[in-house]
């Protein structure tokens, strides 16, 4: 009985999470960053328009490991994603694969700087890992 109780709490959570990623993605929309553009590093805004939730890794899930990891990335004149890599996390390793998995599907609306698409350089975001009460 003790394992079926278990079992439906598990249950529940993963519920909870795959609702409040969705959610979280949808709510996410059109969220604004910032990189920098030319040799002389103008710093622009950048929006964004599609945001991929990050999936919570099963181990870190099991465990009730919550974390975040800052991503730093390009973003090319077309506004895909270019090169994400992780800068810093915590606890480290964790959540560095989700959360560079789910960046690279981001989408930015095509970037420009006095009226030329331009490329973006040294994006950086923070994607949270929090699990629901």
């Known amino acids: ?13 993963l519920f909870v999470i795959c609702f409040s990623s969705i959610f979280l993605s ?12 030319g040799e002389d590093e103008i710093e ?15 181990k870190a899930l099991r465990k009730g490991i919550e974390g975040y990891v800052v991503i730093q990335f390009d973003i090319d004149t077309d506004g895909a ?8 996390s915590e606890p480290a390793g964790i959540f560095d694969r989700a959360a ?4 690279r599907k981001w989408l930015y609306d095509t970037p ?15 994607v949270s890992f929090i699990l629901a009460d």
């Open 1 to 13: 009985m003790l394992i079926k109780k278990s079992n439906k709490s598990i249950g529940l959570k």
């Open 81 to 88: 994603v270019l090169d994400p890599y992780v800068i810093e």
């Open 44 to 58: 622009i805004s950048v929006e964004r328009i599609f945001n991929q939730a990050a999936n919570y890794p099963r």
């Open 112 to 126: 420009s700087y006095n009226g030329v698409s331009v490329k973006v350089n040294n994006v950086q975001v923070k």
């Open 100 to 103: 560079i998995k789910a960046v």
């Open 26 to 37: 949808m709510s996410a929309l059109a969220v604004s960053d910032k990189g920098y553009v």
